[in-house]
């Protein structure tokens, strides 16, 4: 227990040190714990899980091919509130197929552990934390991230009630996104859910991140007729 408050305290200093925002607490997070990259993700109406913070070569390539996806440990923890460490991130699962597929593919290896992001019933989104080297997580290691993901959540609703914009502001590609899939909704005159899926579909298709797709669409040099005959891959566990 004395190790996982010392971690927590140094969580606080760091996370004040870096400028108290949501991009400090990803750093503050591979300062503190045993891992080499972090991410904090956002659930966003229809778009879903996206991350608003990362840090780490490897947690960047991850979250991009499970936000493509819309399936993997984040997503499972966000819908369970179950923390969810995968060992080995090419391990097969059933529950997200398409995500596994995706890291093998990319020659992807490691570890990755998905902590919700949670306050009673209100989900809020995920912390994820990642090791290069295959393995379980420490129970220690777990553990601390459980109390750091506690303080997170309390800084997001903090910040709401506040509106703070350092933990508030969505990153420039969700709202590339959103943009993206607002023209494929009044060209194709498809619904909210189904524009995102297209675009997810779009993005496994072209071998690209949906961020890519969203800035090709927007600049038109991908049309979106592309995304007509795009179907949505099935996020086992979603």
Known sequence: MAQIDRMTERFGSALRLG???ISAACQACVQVLPVRGAAILIGERHLGLWPWS???DNAARIEGLQAVAGAGPAVYAHATGIPVPLPDVTTPCPRWPEFAAAVTRESITGAMVSIPLRLGMARLGTLDLFDPDPGMPAPSTIAAARRIAALVTA???????????GWLTPPPASVSIHQAAGMVIAHLNVGAADAYARLRALAARQGLTLSEVAERIIARRLPIAAALDARPPNPHGD
Do not use: C, I, N
């Not at 800084?155 to 914009?165: C, F, G, H, I, N």
């Open 19 to 21: 400028g108290g925002d």
């Open 54 to 56: 990362v840090t780490g």
């Open 155 to 165: 800084e997001l609703v903090s910040a709401q009630s506040a509106r703070a914009p």
